[in-house]
């Protein structure tokens, strides 16, 4: 199947930082989406993405799709410790009848 | 409420067993998926259905087995074929009428005794 390599795997930050984080494709992708997941639970959607160049906020968060359409970045400003958890990318590449492909995460923490 | 309702949260499997993963979901979504989350990994496509009584083989189905009799539901069977199969399940559904997305289930995290 497709693959998404989603960066940086794991992030340690301070309280009232701004983050940043990123995928990237092979192919071109139609939509990206990004999603929160905290353990034991199931992934929350965050921000859905539709258009190359689009830049979404959602609160302290903003997503882009590149205009490439083969990337998309997730920032976070101000963190606070609520923040924590893993934050997955995943896209949808044309003609793939609906099915997502998932990066691997980006596993967040914030330290106070 | 409306949502996705995975159940059992917990769940165990003795050598040899076959076990069944409930996924309901009650928003009138056609399109319901089955992942698996190994840690450090993103989310494996196991079957996927968009209507009822059909549905289609994912990345990773072999040792699985669905059905779709109900809109509703879309259990998952983890065969005694599947020899890892510990890990972490997710359902998730697609609504018509927005474009592309997924919403999940809580998951099931089954193990191997």
């Known amino acids: 199947g497709q693959q998404l390599n989603q960066s940086p795997q794991s992030m340690f930050i301070q309280e009232g930082e701004d983050v940043s984080m990123n995928c990237t494709s092979s192919s071109i992708f139609n939509t990206w989406l990004w999603y929160k997941q905290e353990p034991g639970e199931g992934p929350v959607l965050l921000i859905a993405?539709?258009?190359?160049?689009e830049l979404t906020s959602n609160g302290r968060l903003t997503a882009q799709f590149g205009i490439t359409r083969k990337d998309s970045f997730l920032n976070i400003s101000a963190s606070i410790p609520s923040d924590v958890g893993i934050y997955f990318c995943?896209?949808?590449?044309?003609?793939?009848?609906?099915?997502?492909?998932f990066g691997s995460g980006t596993q967040l923490t914030v330290l106070p | 409420d409306g949502g996705i309702t995975q159940s059992p949260k917990y769940l165990f499997r003795k050598e040899g067993q076959n076990v069944t993963l409930s996924c309901e979901q009650n928003l009138n979504h056609d399109a319901m998926y089955w992942y698996r989350q190994d840690p450090g990994q993103g989310l494996r496509l196991i079957y996927y259905s968009q209507i009822v009584n059909d549905f289609q083989k994912g990345d990773i189905a072999e040792g699985y087995s669905v059905s779709r009799e109900k809109k509703e539901s879309f259990p998952l069977t983890v065969t005694s074929a599947q020899k890892n199969p510990t890990a972490f399940y997710l359902c998730a559904s697609n609504p018509p009428d927005r474009k592309n997305i997924q919403y999940f289930g809580a998951g099931t995290r089954l193990s191997v005794l």
């Open positions: 993405l539709y258009k190359a160049g």
């Open positions: 995943a896209g949808l590449a044309s003609g793939s009848a609906r099915q997502l492909t």
